[in-house]
């Protein structure tokens, strides 16, 4: 089986009309809720 040749991280970015680019890219505690169900129970600001 052969592997795919490298990809500089440069070049691993979707085109802005890629049909597959979600606009609703979640990150952080957002996409834990939405993704997995859970509940945030306290949410403390380290500043």
């Known amino acids: 089986m052969r592997s795919a040749p ?3 991280i440069e070049d691993d ?3 802005d ?3 597959d680019l979600d606009e609703k ?3 952080g505690p ?3 809720i ?3 169900g ?3 129970i306290e949410q403390i ?3």
């Open 30 to 32: 957002e996409l834990i």
């Open 17 to 19: 009309d890629d049909p």
């Open 6 to 8: 490298p990809v500089a």
């Open 34 to 36: 939405e993704g997995l």
């Open 38 to 40: 859970a509940t945030i």
């Open 45 to 47: 600001d380290h500043e």
């Open 13 to 15: 970015v979707p085109a």
């Open 25 to 27: 890219a979640l990150s």
